[in-house]
């Protein structure tokens, strides 16, 4: 299984990016999927999740600001964010959790900066 992420760039503060995570299998076998990112020196931490029924979640630093999404039938998965903030510049990464087993996109870097 293979997750092509995409989307990632160069944005000002208060803009706007959309990531891209495009599967090479149907992405309902996902139990979950999400979005995670990584700053230089920190952990790696879930921003957004999608459950195989649609419902979602989102940590209080993201809430309102960050909306995940997915087309079923593009196999794709999306984060749309707004108003986003210097904090924001991480390596952002695709996940999808099927029965327990783990897989991952490459990353992809949003810097948020003036």
């Known amino acids: 299984v293979q997750l092509q992420a995409s989307g990632g760039g160069l944005v000002q503060p208060g803009g706007s990016l959309r990531l891209s995570c495009t599967a090479s299998?149907?992405?309902?076998?996902?139990?979950?999927m999400g979005w995670y990112r990584q700053a230089p020196g920190k952990q790696r931490e879930l921003v957004a999740s999608i459950g195989v029924g649609g419902n979602t979640n989102y940590p209080e630093a993201v809430k309102g600001r960050f909306t995940i999404g997915r087309d079923n039938i593009k196999n794709t998965m999306y984060l749309q964010m707004y108003s986003l903030k210097p904090e924001d510049t991480a390596v952002y990464y695709c996940?999808?959790?099927?029965?327990?087993?783990?897989?991952w996109g490459q990353g992809t870097l949003v810097t948020v900066s003036s």
């Open positions: 996940n999808g959790n099927s029965w327990g087993v783990m897989y």
């Open positions: 299998r149907n992405i309902l076998e996902f139990n979950v």
